[in-house]
């Protein structure tokens, strides 16, 4: 295996001189730049990349923490991350916690070890005084997820307002029996609590009942959809909601998919709207009314911010750029 020593013989230079190509010294002619490479390509040399992080190099590595890559949103997500970050000469370590408390630690730990420059996360389940506590080893952000009074930059959608707002279009359209379907506990401090507040709001502004039997709580994928239209249809005519409001379109879609399959009409006798605005969403048999995120401004954003936080310079973002929309089809 080729050594530092190998390619400064090779090149016909000091090692000093190797060494601080190696570090970006700022003070290297390009002749001898070329002649480094060619060594280096010759000896097919690699340099000790721990060995230059523990001098302050940088990786030119970015971490993306997400709850799971199947979920269609997340990898919508982080495509336009990816996409961002390479314009700029970065490369992205994608992790992924599933609701794990020890797999979010392990990935901030890559921030600690030096083995990223700056780390995203997109989902958050450790306390906050605890992620705090890395950003001395280096810069983090928030993408969609937030921490109250936290110290940390977010960049995110208003989904409460965007909530609101779906909820109101529901009931302006004469429903009033609306199901609400998360993929957290529906409580105040678990996921998806601005979705849950904007929900909670509108129904009380409108005076409208919200129903325990029709919150429905960890609804993930496709076939929680599923498995929720059949729960739905199991139960009397009468005690079934006439629209249901799911956190994500793969919910959603599962659900129109349960519905129509046992005989339920969509969206003449229950009305399905769903969140995000996936290619899915255009795809099911009943094209879904949704709300559609900016994804990929949300991740050009994202990365663009953190790699600015990296270089130590200010970021500005117009956030007119992350306002959602309604996205009127036939389900609702």
């Keep these: 295996m080729a050594t530092i020593k190998d390619v400064a013989l090779k090149a016909g230079l000091s090692v000093t001189t190797v060494s601080r190509f190696l570090n970006q010294h700022p003070y290297i002619s390009e002749d001898k730049k070329e002649k480094i490479l ?44 990816e996409v961002t970050a390479r314009k700029n000469g970065y490369s992205v370590l994608i992790v992924q916690n599933h609701d794990s408390v020890g797999e979010e630690k392990n990935c901030l730990d890559l921030l600690k070890k030096k083995i990223i420059d700056g780390l995203i996360l997109c989902a958050v389940e450790n306390d906050k005084n605890i992620i705090e506590t890395y950003q001395k080893y280096g810069p ?88 929720l239209g059949e729960h739905i249809y199991a139960l009397p005519a009468t005690e079934r909601p006439d629209a249901v409001f799911a956190g994500s379109d793969e919910v959603a ?46 991740g050009r954003i994202s990365v663009e911010y953190l790699l600015a936080q990296i270089g130590g310079q200010h970021y500005h973002y117009d956030e007119a750029l992350l306002r959602s929309d309604l996205i009127i089809r036939q389900s609702a």
């Design 140 to 227: 983090i952000l928030l993408c969609n997820t937030s921490i109250k009074e936290t110290t940390l930059p977010v960049v995110r959608v208003d989904d409460q307002d965007a909530t609101w707002r779906a909820i109101n279009y529901l009931i302006g359209k004469g429903y009033s029996k609306i199901a609400y379907s998360t993929g957290g506990n529906f409580d105040e401090h678990g996921h998806g609590k601005r979705r849950n507040r904007g929900f909670t709001e509108a129904m009380k502004s409108c005076g409208l009942v919200i129903k325990e039997d029709w919150l429905f709580r960890h609804r993930h994928t496709w076939a929680d959809g599923v498995a």
């Design 253 to 298: 879609c599962g659900l129109i998919s349960g519905l129509t399959s046992r005989g339920i009409a969509v969206p003449q006798e229950i009305a399905v709207m769903g969140f995000d605005n996936l290619p899915l969403a255009e795809m099911v048999t009943i094209p879904l009314t949704t709300v559609a995120q900016p994804i990929e401004q949300l």
């Design 38 to 81: 060619a060594a280096m390509k010759a000896l097919d040399y690699e340099p000790s990349t721990v060995a230059q992080q523990m001098r302050g190099v940088k990786t030119h590595r970015i971490g993306v923490l997400i709850s799971r890559i199947t979920n269609p949103f997340f990898a919508s997500l982080v495509d336009a991350m």
